[in-house]
């Protein structure tokens, strides 16, 4: 009889203390949260540690990951970790209801992890364990009470099997109160935190960009296609493609953010504030950005009208001279307020391409999410090698002493953009009916121009693309190829042809190191015209 009651009694304990682990977790990382925003918002423990595992993650595997999730990679990080972390929380529980010390050394163990995570970001300094350490503390107090709750002993002379059922009401009451606490702790952190960058977002706000002395051109007429689903010829910013690190976007104060310059040739190191640096001739150019990780056919590339100022004149004012007259430095080391490090060539800076110190992007000032308040862009190279965002310090050194952040994890040290084309109508899979189909696309060669776009159909002979009108060399150029579809499966492939006449190679290559090659290509289903007589499905009419 006796053991027959013992079992459902641990089973209750067991259920007890594990929701007991997990409460104590968000009552700590609500906790925890509270206190970054008085620290630093990046050294939140689910921030810290999804980080530092960005920060460790194998080019290969970041790779997978940003395939497999695109843009929401980072929200799959973070519930990944998440659930982790809820796992050893309950673990953590169990183990507290047999042995205490043990649970709550378990639960306290997860608090020096988010510690050690935050100490190891670029940038950290010691305060950063603090959020992690402080959430520790308050989640082992929260599962010391719970914990003490369910193992308190029956009270004598209450009726056999009734205890629990006293006890779990009070433990309810308990669980609910954490969890309303740690729910108020954690909004109030979320508004804080808004609070806090309340700053930066009016210092955007408030931000009138000068005009242009040099304004660009306005883009031909005939640069845009009306064929529909083509890529627009200019990304609007909020559709603009968006890579980097940052778990939290960084929200710098436009009034207090610095630009240092400084490093081996520099002859007068240079300190700007947002105001100087706006006092100086702004240029307009349209560059096409691309990121190193994009596949064939891949969505990273986007095309903006950039306000900014000639980065060369400024390295030319500090003294900097570029290797080929002399200068020392060879590479050009821009770092972000967040600690991420990108290493440009200063000669590929200083060969009269219109190389930005940014601060607009298609008429308003940089959306925080593309670098506000002043970034880099320079046409012609990855973005992993030249387009800082957040940046607040330039260094000149050479890539003999230093390798950049993306260096060290296995990408190439120099990233000038490879020729690509990309089919963006018809979709992949895609069913056309037989007859005029447009097929149309963009190709880019920043800095080199795109001079020749083709398609062939299942590997027949290359056909010539009608371009758009092209825009200058630093920005893709549309494409399209009327197509005279007939039913069945077709595979359709593009191929560009850069400024210097080099073709686009057809050799497959994955990102890993200095971006992917091979010809983008579509497979389409094209259906026959239905119910309609043999005269009309000749007219060529879809
Ligand atoms: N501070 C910072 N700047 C950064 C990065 C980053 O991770 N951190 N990523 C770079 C990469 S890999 C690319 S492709 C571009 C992308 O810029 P976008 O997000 O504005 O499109 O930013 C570059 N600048
Ligand atoms: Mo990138």
Known sequence: ?????????????????????????????????????????????????????????????????????????????????????????????LLAVRHLPAGIALAGSFGLI??????????????????????????????????????????????????????????????????????GAGYAGRRLGAYGSAGATTSRADLVLPRATVPAPPVPAGAELRVPGISPFVTPNRDFYRVDTALVVPRVDADGWRLTLHGEGVTRPLTLDLRELLARPLVEHDITLTCVSNEVGGPYAGNARWL???????????????????????????????GMTLGTPVETVMDGREALLAVGMNGEPLPFAHGFPVRMVVPGLYGYVSACKWLTELRLTTFAAYDAYWVRRSWAARGPVKTQSRIDTPRPLAEPTEGRVAVAGVAWAQHRGIAGVEVRVDGGPWQEARLAAADGVDTWRQWVWQWAATPGTHTLEVRATDGAGAVQTGERAGTVPDGATGWHSVVVRVRAHTGLTGAARGSGRS
């Open 114 to 183: 988010g510690a050690a995570a935050a100490l190891s970001r670029p940038e950290a300094s010691w305060n950063d364990a603090l959020p992690s350490l402080v959430g520790a503390l308050a989640s082992a107090g929260v599962l010391y009470l719970l914990v003490t709750a369910v193992n308190r002993p029956r009270p004598a002379g209450a009726p056999p099997g009734g205890t629990w059922a006293m006890d779990r009401r009070g433990f309810g009451r308990m669980v609910l109160a954490v969890l309303a606490v740690s729910a």
């Open 308 to 338: 900014g100022v000639r980065l060369a004149d400024l390295l030319r004012e500090a003294g900097v001279r570029p290797p080929s007259q002399g200068g020392p430095a060879d590479q050009l080391v821009a770092r972000s307020v967040d």
């Open 1 to 93: 009889m006796v053991p027959e009651k013992a079992e459902p009694r641990q089973s209750r304990r067991r259920v007890l203390g594990a929701v007991s682990g997990v409460v104590a977790a968000c009552a700590g990382l609500a906790v925890a949260e509270l206190v970054a925003v008085v620290v630093r918002p990046e050294a939140a423990p689910l921030t810290a540690v999804g980080g530092a595992v960005v920060d460790r993650t194998p080019a290969a595997l970041k790779e997978w990951a940003i395939r497999q999730f695109g843009t929401a990679d980072k929200l799959v990080l973070t519930l990944g970790i998440v659930a982790v972390l809820a796992v050893v929380a309950a673990l953590a529980g």
